[in-house]
């Protein structure tokens, strides 16, 4: 069976001393699958959008901020991952320079700058705690994993880069 992941974005953006990062947290909405957690900023890509017009389009809705330089981090399929079992297949970009100030909150919740240091503290997807070293270090080479779940837990984890 061929593998159709909905396509998506996921972003990080920097403060100008690239100490803090901007995280949304999903605090507004009961409904909400992320409630309680705190995640990048991003979404699902539109029909005849790159990744990268993408995730400028997700961070301007998501916190008003035009984005002017970025950097693809690495990729991460979710196979399972979606409320319904959707396959999930992500891009991870850095918000490296921006324009604009973001609002105290979106639709989603609570927009918070966070110390990079402090992230692992935070109410995460078990996930993010295993490719979030990787978005914020050192290496230049992005990352490709792939990280299954069922019934909404991580199964296993994955990756390389070349």
């Known amino acids: ?3 159709t992941p909905i396509l998506a974005t996921l972003g990080y953006v920097l403060s100008s001393d690239r100490r803090r990062v901007l995280l949304v947290h999903r605090n ?4 909400d699958a992320h409630l309680g957690k705190y995640n990048g900023l991003g979404g699902k890509l539109e029909a005849g ?3 990268v017009a993408g995730m400028r389009r997700e961070i301007h809705e998501e916190a008003g901020l035009h984005c002017d330089a970025l950097r693809l981090r690495g990729t991460i399929s979710w196979p399972g991952f979606g409320k319904q079992g959707e396959d999930w297949f992500g891009f991870v970009f850095l918000i490296d ?4 100030e973001p609002p105290a909150r979106n639709t989603e919740g609570t927009l ?12 995460l997807w078990e996930g993010d705690r295993q490719f979030l070293p990787l978005v914020f270090d050192d290496d230049v080479r992005p990352f490709h994993g792939v990280m299954p779940y069922r019934d909404g837990n991580m199964v296993s984890w994955s990756w390389s880069r070349v």
């Not at 320079?97 to 604009?100: I, K, L, S, V």
């Not at 918070?112 to 109410?123: D, K, M, V």
Request: hydrophobic content about 40%; charged content about 40%.
């Open 1 to 3: 069976m061929p593998y």
């Open 28 to 31: 507004a909405r009961a409904d």
């Open 49 to 51: 959008e790159d990744v």
């Open 97 to 100: 320079d921006f324009r604009g």
């Open 112 to 123: 918070e700058w966070i110390e990079i240091e402090r992230i692992g503290e935070l109410p």
